[in-house]
């Protein structure tokens, strides 16, 4: 694997486990305390897995699109199909019910994708120095 797809695909772990990190935080306390810690931690790294599980595949679904279509102006957010959260859930054992969730809440107006680009509305800015990179990583004939 080349370099850059070792540092893209690091931090797309990253940006989940960040996510996840933000959603503890902002849990009340009494919502820790539901479940003792040890169940608590469990759970929390069954969402953690899942979300990086996630990240990863749209990560790479996102910027093979972008470079298949030679399109890296700023342009309409790319829609997932279908095809992709079944993919995501029945290849790692993600609820698709997960999968979208975590997507919903990804693909906010104000979110930079690392090495992707950034969501302005619903306008996706791509990155195309990154992408470039992530092209050269592939044949693509």
Known sequence: M???LSEFNGKQVEFAKKYVA???RHLKPEKRRIANEGVF???ISDVER???IVMQEYAHWLAAKLVRSKNFEKQIMPVCDEHLFSSVSGKNGVSILFV???LS???R???KLPFIGH???DRLVPDELALRKYEACFDWT
């Open 119 to 121: 969501i302005t509305g």
């Open 41 to 43: 931690a469990l759970l």
């Open 22 to 24: 933000d959603i503890v």
């Open 100 to 102: 979208l969730e975590f």
């Open 109 to 111: 107006a104000g979110t």
């Open 50 to 52: 899942s979300s990086v």
């Open 2 to 4: 080349s370099d850059f």
């Open 105 to 107: 809440r990804i693909i």
